[in-house]
């Protein structure tokens, strides 16, 4: 049986922490990345291949991990973007009558390596305690210098520019051609179902590439323009930020996700920080300032806008906060057609309580082409 012929592994953290498991097939290999810890209980197959994931090695809190197998219509990119999977217990075997494939074939076919057996409670309650750092996963348990040494090269997330690596190289179009109204969007990580999303709502969307500028996005005559999620620190991404500035000077409507959220931010002179460890997982209690209500959210963020920037500026108004630690979870500019929010409404699988904020871009964009 496949479990019988498994070798052993190690995650070794950058502080030198070791933690042991067994990988998840007969293969020797070895992969770094930032590590971080997902709370979802289902889904797994939009986080490995979700573009915001990029260069970070994964780990579910969720006990079991594979049983419902895998399908192709689960995907949010065309390929894996996590550096490697770290689970409890990893199924090899599926029972939804759906799935196309084992979790198993999927990884191999994706040449992502994963491990199994870790004391994953043991491991999420040290990264909690001591903050998302780099890791390796390995089989080559005998050569714990060696990974130190490789482990030490490994670029920090912070400062680091990620966008280019997700990114479409050239743009290309989601949703009906006579659609009511035409969207323009960066892609500086999106997924699939924020476009099936805008799509939903009678929009029809070019996505263009990170480094496309607002001129060339302009010259397509687009009805709004949207700012999508994606990896890695947004204080790098120069061009993304122009883009927005040049978005907001114009007065042109404007919602962004995730990263989207970060740039919109940086426009508008608020900075950025690396959190502690992030927020990932699909049960976030979001309190939405404007109507008052709660709301449960879908989030994956290692940064997040300083709040006291953020309330000191008189252009900017905070429209939405995590109730777990106060953080900015939503904005809007004042006089302006833009707002943007930290965590994803189009999550799938997960709550849909934020579905409203596409419609809320949507009825902005008819607003001024009515």
Same mark, same amino acid.
């Given at each position: ?35 971080? =810890?997902n709370?979802?209980?289902? %889904? ?10 990029? %260069? ?17 219509v ?5 390929? @894996? ?17 759906? *799935?196309?494939?084992? /979790?198993e074939?999927f990884?191999n076919d994706? &040449?992502? =390596? ?21 890791? @390796?996963?390995?089989?080559?348990v005998?050569?714990i ?8 090269e ?11 690596? @997700?990114?479409?190289?050239?743009a290309?179009?989601?949703g ?6 035409? @969207?323009?969007? /960066?892609?500086?990580?999106? #997924? ?10 009678g929009?029809y ?9 607002? &001129? ?8 709004g ?14 061009? *993304?930020?122009q883009? *927005? &500035?040049d ?21 508008? %002179?608020?900075?950025?920080? #690396? ?7 699909i ?9 008052g ?35 900015? *979870?939503?904005? #809007?500019?004042? +006089? ?9 409404p ?6 849909? +309580?934020?579905?409203? /904020?596409?419609?809320? =871009? ?9």
């Amino acid at each position: 049986m496949k479990y019988q012929s498994r070798r052993p592994a190690i995650i070794l953290l950058a502080d030198g922490t070791i933690f042991h498991g067994k990988s998840v097939g007969d293969k020797e290999a070895t992969s770094f990345g930032e590590v971080c =810890f997902n709370t979802g209980m289902t %889904g797994y197959q939009e986080i490995f291949t979700d573009p915001s994931y990029f %260069g970070q090695l994964m780990v579910t809190t969720n006990a079991h991990i594979g049983n419902y197998g895998a399908t192709d219509v689960e995907t949010e990119s065309d390929t @894996v973007k996590i550096s490697g999977l770290i689970c409890r217990n990893f199924s090899y075997t599926y029972s939804r009558k759906d *799935a196309e494939e084992s /979790l198993e074939s999927f990884l191999n076919d994706s &040449k992502l =390596f994963a491990i199994s057996d870790v004391d994953t409670r043991a491991l999420v309650a040290h990264i909690r305690d001591n903050g998302a750092m780099n890791a @390796v996963i390995s089989t080559s348990v005998d050569d714990i210098e060696g990974l130190k040494k490789q482990l030490s090269e490994v670029p920090d997330m912070n400062g680091l520019e990620l966008a280019s690596k @997700v990114s479409t190289t050239e743009a290309y179009y989601f949703g009906e051609e006579n659609a009511e109204v035409k @969207v323009a969007a /960066l892609d500086i990580g999106i #997924k699939r179902n924020i476009l099936r999303n805008l799509a939903k709502r009678g929009a029809y969307v070019k996505v263009f590439p990170y480094n496309t500028t607002y &001129k060339e996005m302009k010259e397509w005559n687009p009805d709004g323009y949207f700012l999508s999620n994606g990896p890695g620190d947004p204080e790098p991404l120069e061009n *993304a930020i122009q883009v *927005a &500035k040049d978005i907001i000077s114009a007065n042109d409507p404007l919602f962004g996700i995730c990263l989207g959220h970060q740039v919109i931010a940086l426009a508008n %002179g608020i900075s950025t920080y #690396k959190m502690h460890n992030g927020h990932r997982g699909i049960n976030h209690p979001i309190m939405n300032l404007v109507t008052g209500k709660g709301e449960i959210t879908s989030q994956n963020h290692g940064f997040a806008i300083n709040r006291e920037e953020t309330e000191s500026n008189n252009d900017v108004e905070i429209t939405h906060v995590h109730l777990n630690d106060n953080t900015v *979870a939503g904005i #809007k500019l004042k +006089d302006k057609n833009c707002f943007s929010v930290q965590y994803h409404p189009e999550a799938s699988p997960g709550p849909n +309580d934020a579905t409203y /904020l596409f419609d809320q =871009f949507i009825d902005n964009i008819k607003s001024v082409t009515a």
